[in-house]
């Protein structure tokens, strides 16, 4: 298998030319075991989310690792940064297109922002994985991450910075071997410039 790190403006998989899964190919070394295939991604990141991806390059990895994402053996933490006032920490349980989703957050820094009110650096752990979670969630709470075009406030969006939402890291234990594997991807420079004030 290989982590990577995702830029933002780049879908994972699907029907364009562009997409991560198309770029594999030339960008990893292949599998050396016999039942090497075409690597490929075994979790999704939105197009503008930044981050960790984990990629199976044989078949009984592939599949290994599809099931620990079903059964939630894989711990993945995110960093965002949101708008607005938030209690320090929270669960957040609603559901998204009538199924059970959970997200949990810890604030790590909240600065005053005089364009936004307040914009706070926040440690996400979904517990589970729906399709924009995280982002429906906190703008569920009147939270927003801050350049969301999708879910965000008309108005509260910053041209041309991309969305504020990184895939910081993957636990789990490496499904031959079972040595505990954590993977991080630190945080893009981006991040750092708004809490740094």
């Known amino acids: 298998m290989a982590l990577i790190h995702k830029p933002a403006g780049i879908l994972v998989s699907g029907n364009s030319f562009k997409t991560i899964a198309n770029a594999l190919i030339q960008n990893i070394r292949s599998s050396k075991l016999p039942d090497a295939t075409t690597p490929q991604p075994v979790h999704?990141?939105?197009?503008?989310?930044?981050?960790?991806?984990?990629?199976?390059?044989?078949?009984?990895?592939?599949?290994?690792?599809?099931?620990?994402?079903?059964?939630?053996?894989?711990?993945?933490?995110?960093?965002?940064?949101?708008?607005?006032?938030?209690?320090?920490?929270?669960?957040?349980?609603?559901?998204?297109?009538?199924?059970?989703?959970?997200?949990?957050?810890?604030?790590?820094?909240?600065?005053?922002s005089k364009r936004f009110g307040k914009l706070n650096l926040v440690k996400l752990t979904p517990?589970?994985?729906?399709?924009?979670?995280?982002?429906?969630?906190?703008?569920?709470?009147?939270?927003?991450?801050?350049?969301?075009?999708?879910?965000?406030?008309?108005?509260?969006?910053?041209?041309?910075?991309?969305?504020y939402l990184h895939a910081y890291s993957l636990k789990f234990a490496h499904p031959h071997t079972g040595e505990k594997i954590h993977i991080i991807d630190e945080l893009p420079k981006r991040f750092k410039k708004i809490v740094a004030q």
């Open 44 to 112: 999704r990141l939105d197009y503008a989310t930044t981050g960790i991806l984990l990629v199976g390059k044989t078949s009984s990895s592939i599949h290994a690792l599809n099931k620990m994402f079903e059964n939630k053996e894989v711990s993945k933490t995110y960093y965002a940064i949101t708008i607005g006032e938030m209690n320090c920490k929270g669960e957040i349980a609603t559901k998204i297109g009538g199924k059970t989703a959970q997200s949990n957050y810890t604030i790590v820094k909240s600065v005053p």
């Open 127 to 163: 517990l589970t994985g729906r399709r924009h979670q995280l982002r429906k969630h906190l703008t569920g709470i009147g939270n927003p991450i801050l350049g969301d075009k999708d879910y965000g406030t008309e108005g509260l969006i910053l041209k041309g910075k991309g969305l």
